[in-house]
């Protein structure tokens, strides 16, 4: 081979390295400008709920009885009407849906201390119904403007509050956010 068709393929050589290697950099360079330099983080919100940003501590008078497991709170202070056991029905059926896992999650109904029992008629066996002064959890989901009548609160098994799902939430949503959160909780 001449010399000087030789220095001919060591060019065209590295231009096709040269090449390969701009083709396979440039998503990352990308990649790493916009995370860190644009600040670029995407929405960081579960798929159907939303994040509770700091996470908050429940009432200390209620941190016994919501720790280990994860737990779908409701409150409703006045009792339970059909609005309320149809919220209460979709948790049920998320816990099914979630199978092994089911036991890892628990359904809590916070109720007012003077709620009349005859207004807690009909609900599931599952679901936990815990009287205590409803106000506590009013003012902590009022001061971030999350009270609503069906909304569902998420409470980690350590008592912290760190997602909710307004009452227009389906079944798949707080299912496919549960079943993602759970299997990242598992891990080591």
């Known amino acids: 081979m001449k010399p000087q068709q030789a220095l001919v393929n060591r ?69 339970c009407d059909a609005r309320c056991k149809q919220h209460l029905h979709t948790g049920r059926v998320v816990r099914g849906l979630l199978h092994v896992d089911a036991a890892r999650v628990r359904q809590v109904l916070v109720v007012g201390d003077n709620t009349p029992a005859e207004t807690l008629t009909g609900l599931q066996p599952d679901v936990t119904v815990y009287r205590t002064k409803v106000e506590d959890w009013q003012a902590l989901f009022s001061a971030r403007m999350r009270e609503a009548p069906g909304t569902i609160y998420l409470i980690d098994p350590e008592a912290r509050w760190m997602a909710y799902y307004p009452p227009s939430i389906g079944a798949d949503g707080l299912h496919q956010d549960l079943k993602r959160l759970l299997a990242l909780a598992s891990r080591p």
Do not use: K, N
Not at 20 to 28: C, G, R
């Open 11 to 79: 060019r065209r050589g590295r231009a096709v390295v040269g090449l390969l290697v701009v083709l396979f950099a440039a998503p990352l360079v990308a990649a790493y400008g916009l995370y860190y330099g644009a600040g670029w983080r995407g929405d960081g919100e579960a798929a159907a709920g939303r994040l509770v940003r700091p996470i908050v501590a429940v009432p200390p008078a209620s941190r016994a009885a919501l720790t280990g497991r994860w737990t779908l709170l409701q409150l409703a202070p006045h009792g």
